[in-house]
């Protein structure tokens, strides 16, 4: 941990947005990865053609991108609301009561 903060190319790369997001939602990832080869394949694997390689590129490229959405998508719709019911269900077992959270801004207090 003593490196974590150190501003190297290794943590700049790790904390790229994309990345970040991937790790968020991989354990929807891991979970629904099968779905999206099963949307975007049909057929047999044909012979090894210049054509059939950029099939297969391009495929695995929409496979990928689907996949994530899926799992995004999941990850929005049930991940975070089924933990959030979770914790309130827990909270009220255990008698914890939560600071509320703090008002997001809607406009800029200058404005009236």
């Not at 999206?36 to 495929?59: D, Q």
Request: net charge positive; hydrophobic share 50%; charged share 15%.
């Amino acid at each position: 941990m003593i490196g974590a903060t150190s501003p190297t190319a290794t943590n700049r790369l790790l904390a790229h947005p994309v990345l970040l997001h991937i790790g968020m939602v991989s354990y929807s990832l891991y979970l629904f990865h099968f779905v999206a080869p099963a949307l975007g394949f049909s057929g047999k694997l044909p012979t090894v053609t210049e054509a059939s390689v950029l099939f297969s590129i391009i495929n695995f490229v929409l496979c990928t991108f689907m996949a994530v959405m899926l799992a995004t998508g999941i990850y929005y719709l049930v991940e975070v609301p089924g933990r959030r019911a979770i914790r309130r269900v827990g909270d009220e077992w255990l008698g914890i009561q939560r600071a509320p959270k703090p008002e997001v801004l809607t406009k800029l207090p200058l404005e009236s």
